[in-house]
């Protein structure tokens, strides 16, 4: 993720304002998150259609997630399993475990498998992996995730290598060994082995200015065209042996994205399936208001994804400001939101479940509960009774601050009308992503009282949900924690998590946390989303888990 907090969750890829989320583990209106599984063929070209302007393949500045665009061309340490019926785990990859640690996660060590090697040839060494990790540091390569730039010791001091230094935190005693040392024990590290950084790049190769259209790849495919303003073409890597990779299934021969397209005609293209539509696949998911259209389409209904429950759609509460420092008004604005009119926003009830927590369904240590039981209409009258009890029987005036985009201003106004109801008196101030970040991430606090945001996370843990949104070190400075909630106990209680290394105890340290920025009433959790996605009749193996609720590229194939 970009650098705008100090442990660092991006923006790009988890939180994607508000049209960009995830979410509900279980598939709604009859949907499915599968097409026909089958033994992955060999042959054919795919085609992946795309919106998308600014494709980067560089690692240092990806927020890519580990089964997306990214994983064709370059594998990391670790991966994840990513396969129907299947729990979401971390897997070896690069590495031939997923990570040792013997003094309770402050150190972890990767040993790699043998016969690795690049696209040219040359075998794939650890001083690879520590130089393309290095590299991540550099100020020039910024905007990729950050996690192991505040996790490794010496990491907050170091600009990457172009200036002749080394991080020693990154230890390569031999060829095949490559140790980090951190500077605190974090029992996600498996997790963060997967991301983008960890790609090995070789030194000899690297120019920083050109390496996101010519990277040297360590996948399947490799780069033949690139084209930002049109297509991406990959074709297959003559030195990727696939008796080292027990993730990647290389079905298509070739692999085409078309990018710069418009969201509907992608829609439209894949909804008539002729011609090399057939053979492709939407990288965004269906709009909101052609889901009526993919719905009513015999042959398309049944070539749609859709799943969810990484991400959460959500009112955030400024609880530095009063009224909002009040915990009465806080509550009052819980009871007045009208989730349901917030939903239809959306699209309906095929967009996702109400939310009444702030770790998703498919995130673990996710439970179910309701700190503030009512109707997904909201108890109007419960709201009016506790702004009394707090002192403001005529009701309050606040700033809610949205991005100025459809989904967005859609969403503001059904949060407005909700509120209006129990005398909650909402002025909307939609702004382009530039000035929101700015107002709600780097100012002091001052320019709003609420804001409506989403959140996705990085990587199946709930450490990637809450510390972010709820840490008293992710106030202000480019941090994401916009409701600027501080509370001592909930920070001891994210270190304890943090560090554990047992999931099962980790998950429980972190569904506490949970129940008390909740039971704060730190936010209103609105949504958790579904995301549908539309392919062509030939793709094979297209599967969208219900975390991250994206395509796992790297299993698709085509019918031969």
């Known amino acids: 993720m970009k650098k705008q907090s100090k442990t660092a969750l991006a923006a790009a890829a988890l939180a994607l304002a508000l049209s960009m989320t995830s979410c509900n583990a279980n598939p709604t209106d009859g949907g499915k998150n599968t097409t026909q599984s089958v033994p992955p063929q060999k042959g054919g070209t795919l085609r992946i259609l795309s919106s998308n302007t600014d494709f980067n393949f560089d690692p240092a500045k990806s927020t890519n997630l580990a089964i997306t665009s990214l994983s064709f061309i370059a594998r990391r340490l670790t991966t994840w399993q990513a396969e129907p019926g299947k729990e979401m785990t971390p897997i070896p990859d690069l590495a031939t475990d997923t990570g040792t640690t013997t003094d309770g996660g402050r150190t972890w060590k990767y040993t790699l498998k043998d016969d690795l090697k690049f696209q040219d040839g040359s075998p794939i060494t650890s001083a690879d992996i520590k130089y393309g990790l290095e590299r991540s540091f550099a100020p020039l390569l910024s905007g990729g995730f950050t996690y192991h730039r505040t996790l490794l010791q010496g990491g907050e001091a170091y ?55 010519s990277p040297v790849a360590s996948g399947p495919y490799q780069v033949e065209k690139f084209d930002k303003a049109s297509e991406v073409v990959l074709v297959r890597n003559p030195n990727w042996d696939p008796k080292t990779d027990t993730a990647r299934t290389a079905g298509p021969d070739r692999v085409i994205f078309q990018l710069g397209m418009q969201q509907t005609t992608i829609s439209q293209e894949l909804i008539a399936d002729t011609g090399t539509a057939k053979a492709a696949f939407s990288a965004s998911f269906v709009p909101a208001s052609q889901l009526p259209l993919v719905r009513s389409n015999p042959s398309a209904k049944n070539r749609i994804a859709e799943a969810g429950g990484g991400s959460l759609y959500q009112l955030q509460l400024n609880v530095s400001k009063s009224p909002l420092n009040d915990p009465k008004v806080r509550q ?133 949900m809450l510390q972010p949104s709820f840490g008293s070190s992710e106030i ?25 290394v047992d999931p099962k105890r980790a998950g429980e340290l972190w569904l506490e946390v949970d129940r008390i920025v909740t039971g704060d009433a730190a936010n209103v959790p609105l949504v958790n989303s579904v995301n549908t996605f539309i392919f062509g009749s030939d793709v094979r193996n297209f599967y969208v888990p219900p975390f991250p609720a994206y395509p796992v590229y790297f299993k698709v194939s085509l019918a031969q």
């Open 332 to 464: 009052a604005i819980v009871y007045a939101t009208d989730k349901q009119a917030f939903r239809t926003s959306l699209g309906g009830e095929s967009r996702g479940d109400y939310a009444t927590t702030n770790i998703p369904p498919a995130i673990p240590g996710y439970q179910k509960f309701d700190a503030f039981p009512t109707q997904p209409t909201g108890d109007v009258e419960k709201a009016k009774q506790l702004l009394t009890e707090s002192g403001h029987p005529n009701g309050i005036d606040l700033v809610l601050v949205t991005k100025n985009d459809a989904t967005n201003s859609a969403g503001g106004q059904a949060i407005e009308a909700g509120l209006r109801r129990a005398g909650i008196r909402v002025t909307i101030q939609a702004l382009d992503n530039a000035s929101y970040d700015d107002i709600t991430q780097h100012k002091d606090g001052s320019g709003y009282d609420l804001a409506l945001a989403s959140w996705q996370a990085d990587f199946p843990s709930a450490a990637s």
């Open 476 to 500: 202000g400075n480019g941090g994401f924690n916009i409701s600027r909630y501080s509370n001592p106990r909930v920070d001891d209680l994210i270190a304890k998590a943090t560090a554990e």
């Open 159 to 213: 600009d990457g290598p172009y200036n002749g230094k080394s991080l020693d935190s990154i230890e390569t005693p031999d060829a095949k060994t490559v140790i980090f040392h951190l500077n605190k024990p974090f029992g996600d590290f498996p997790w963060i082995a997967s991301q983008p950084a960890f790609t090995p790049v070789p030194k000899a190769k690297d120019n920083p200015a050109t390496y996101f259209q």
